[in-house]
């Protein structure tokens, strides 16, 4: 009985250990400052003890249509070496910007599409820290655009504005849906929820009567939180409706640094498109959002 009790004490220990992120992967955009992201990466990195490996890449666009022969030749050249030298420039500022705050840093970057890039990078990663986009149309060939990483990384997302100065985990909110993509995301965000002071579950109805369901839902949440070492407050709104709005006043009123929910969406024509939830959480929120599927 002696020793079966010491092998629960260190396979519980063993899980706990587990509720870390050991390497934290940003991916950084040639076209935009990328100082929110560093900031929040090495934030996590200092709370957990992990490495951090920095990521950027960029493609040559096509030459001008009216450019053909040496003049063509010449222009990819030219932007080849411009690419090369911001990859450079880029690396500097990741370095400066995370070297003392990680067990170790490492950088990759390639002249490639960032989003493959970064899809087949992922892999050595625990969590992805990018920043959020608010455009309609991002350049394909100078930065990740998050709605097309979030369906297919297979790794959780920070997703972080550009006004962002820390990751403030005092607070965090679950948005929560009693679909897999949630409960993906709560179980991913885990090390996330153990380390906020405060954390709370909150389901908005999507249709009037249906607020016992919720309820019985978010019980369940905390329950299982609980079982974590984690305390978690539950909250149902009595309206239905009005997802995105209920969910920002939530954050607003419990202070939330962060917004934890599963990224849905649906294929339509080989490609993925979000819901609106999701959408608004990875370029409109003024929180950080973390997301996973």
Known sequence: MYHA????????????????????????????????????????????????IGVAASDLRPPMYFAEGALAQQILDDEAAAVEKRLSALE????AGVEKRATAVEWRSSRALPVPYLLQQARAADILVIGARSETFVDPCSAPDPSDLLMRLGRPIMVVPPAVEWLDMRSALVAWKDVREARRATFDALPILAAAKEVTIAEIPEEEGHRADALAHV?????????????????????????????????????????IAGAYGHSRFREWALSGVTRHLATESRRCAFLSR
Not at 92 to 95: C, S, T
Request: glycine share 12%; with cysteine; proline share 2%.
């Open 92 to 95: 500097a500022e990741f370095r």
């Open 5 to 52: 009790g010491r092998a629960l004490r260190r396979a519980a220990q063993g899980v706990e250990q587990m509720m870390n992120y050991k390497t934290v992967m940003v991916g950084l955009a040639l076209d935009r400052p990328n100082n929110a992201c560093l900031r929040v990466t090495g934030d996590i990195a200092e709370r957990f003890g992990a490495r951090i």
């Open 219 to 259: 019980s369940d949440v905390a329950a299982w939180l609980r079982g974590h070492g984690i305390t978690a407050n539950t909250l149902v709104p009595e309206k239905a409706g009005g997802v995105i709005g209920q969910i920002e006043d939530i954050a607003a009123h419990t202070g939330a640094g962060t917004v």
